[in-house]
């Protein structure tokens, strides 16, 4: 989406591609929670005010470094739509909430980029939030928010200042200003509309208003008492079916998780992933009751360039002697999968804790067993801590 700022007083025109500008902000948010050194090259400008100071990309990228070490659980999100505001200065402003897992639950802080459009690109060239403002005293000097020529503008939600700020949904598809609009903005864009001037409601019209939400009110009430009764008979069995979905949909979200915390453990300078199964269902070549592979990466180091997958499997325990990894027709489809693509294919089983810090993590080859069972015997070996690395001499993940 592109728009154009016309500032009062200037006599040039300044163009904002939002789009452009999500795409950036959408990989500096993935670059954060993959510990992507490249990302953060792509996305940094060669100079950042970062949080009150004024570092280069290499220290800012060397404190992102710290910062993994330190928090190894680390991972934020964009919970918010994202503000834009131009300022006099050239820089963009994006306003959006950022939370942050702290203690297993999502803290919120209101947070802000700013871009700058520097040799025919976008790149950031400021990161901060406003908890740290504060607490440093640093006050932001950007210049002045650019304006539309003729009209008010509306509050920030992020600052006390006034300024006028263009908001976009999180996938940057809002084209509309006049939703941050007060109604003496709308009376200034529609003259008729401040023409027309007071208009007076007799009391009688508001008196049989009264009455009728009234009659509305007990219509709907004796209507609710008839219904509860057929409510309650079918609440048994909508219960059970509600449970039977909230069980599918938490285990869902718990492999899931397991499956972000399982890429955090491939170093993106040399792995990169992606999610081939819906592509394989799509394309007939798996059917929706068999189970492909959740992860395939390529691995790319000098002149080595090797390719597996990852089948991902998280249990809250170990349980019985014996740990069921698939049933029959499913090991079958992962073999024909190794067989077909000539891709070697590793289970990641995680134990214990929880999914994004599992107490016990074992690397399982697929040929290690067989008829979808392993004992704990056998998996012990095959138990991992750390970062994994593909060993190119004996061509093997490790």
């Not at 006028?164 to 109604?183: K, M, R, V, W």
């Not at 992860?295 to 390719?307: G, S, V, Y």
Request: proline share 5%; glycine share 8%.
């Amino acid at each position: 989406m592109f728009f154009s700022i016309h500032h009062a007083g200037m006599s040039q025109h300044i163009d904002v591609d939002t789009k452009e500008i999500e795409s950036i902000i959408d990989e500096w948010n993935f670059a954060n929670n993959n510990r992507s050194l490249s990302s953060f090259e792509n996305v940094y400008g060669e100079q950042l005010l970062f949080y009150a100071r004024d570092l280069s990309r290499s220290e800012v990228i060397a404190l992102k470094q710290q910062m993994f070490q330190k928090i190894p659980g680390f991972k934020q999100k964009i919970s918010t739509m994202i503000t834009y505001t131009p300022y006099t200065s050239g820089v963009i402003k994006c306003d959006f909430i950022k939370e942050v897992l702290e203690n297993a639950r999502w803290r919120p802080y209101p947070s802000y980029l700013l871009v700058s459009y520097e040799d025919n690109r976008y790149r950031i060239v400021g990161e901060s939030d406003y908890a740290m403002d504060r607490t440093v005293g640093y006050n932001l000097e950007i210049g002045e928010p650019i304006k539309f020529e003729g009209l008010a503008t509306t509050p920030d939600p992020f600052s006390k200042d006034s300024l006028g700020a263009y908001s976009s949904p999180g996938n940057g598809t809002g084209d509309s200003i006049f939703e941050s609009l007060q109604n003496d903005d709308l009376l200034s864009l529609f003259p008729p509309l401040a023409s027309m001037g007071t208009v007076t409601i007799p009391k009688g019209y508001i008196i049989i208003l009264v009455a009728f939400l009234a009659v509305g009110g007990l219509t709907i009430f004796i209507a609710d008492s008839v219904q509860s009764g057929k409510r309650k008979k079918k609440r048994g069995v909508s219960l059970g079916k509600s449970r039977e979905a909230d069980t599918v949909i938490e285990e869902f979200k718990t492999q899931s998780v397991f499956e972000a915390f399982v890429i955090t453990l491939f170093d993106p300078l040399f792995f990169q992933h992606r999610r081939p199964k819906a592509e394989r269902i799509y394309a007939g070549k798996v059917s929706e009751g068999e189970s492909g592979p959740d992860l395939e990466f390529d691995f790319k180091r000098k002149e080595t360039h090797a390719q597996f997958a990852i089948k991902c499997l998280y249990l809250k325990s170990f349980g019985r002697r014996e740990l069921k990894l698939s049933s029959p027709r499913q090991e079958q489809a992962l073999r024909d999968f190794e067989e077909d693509t000539e891709m070697d294919l590793y289970y990641v089983i995680g134990i214990g804790g929880t999914p994004d810090d599992p107490n016990e993590l074992f690397l399982v080859p697929l040929d290690v067993f067989r008829g979808g069972f392993i004992n704990r015997e056998r998996l012990n070996p095959y138990r991992k801590s750390g970062m994994f690395f593909y060993n190119r001499t004996a061509q093997r993940l490790q």
